[in-house]
Nanobody, 124 residues
């Protein structure tokens, strides 16, 4: 089991920045791909970014590519998602997740462990 707790969400003006954090506990966090997903009201939960177990590979949704950076620290058992040039359409609850299956890294069903989410609201 892996327990995940997100933090760092909040209200920010368009063009601003936020740094989301994910603290992991339980079984070795470094074994898992870590992903970030988001869910806006009335919409499906969608992929935002992911990072391989050793941080060597990163993946981004087109909607955030160039504006976001995902990172992890396997010593501290933490992960981060830094988001810049925020837009109102980035408003959503953001979840971190740990993937423990061979399914696509972009597929939310590949992730068995989820945090409770942190709200990001971007005003225009």
């Amino acid at each position: 089991q892996v327990q995940l707790v997100e933090s760092g969400g909040g209200l920010v003006q368009a063009g601003g920045s936020l740094r989301l954090s994910c603290a992991a506990s339980g079984r070795s966090f470094s074994r898992y791909v870590m992903g970030w997903f988001r869910q806006a009201p009335g919409k499906e939960r969608e992929f935002v970014a992911a990072i391989s177990w050793n941080g060597g590979s990163t993946y981004y949704a087109d909607t955030v590519k160039g504006r976001s950076t995902i990172s992890r620290d396997n010593v501290k058992n933490t992960g981060n998602l830094e988001m810049n040039s925020l837009k109102p359409e980035d408003t959503a609850v953001y979840y971190c997740a740990a993937r423990n299956s061979g399914r696509s890294i972009f597929d939310r069903d590949a992730y068995s462990y989820w945090g409770q989410g942190t709200q990001v609201s971007v005003s225009s």
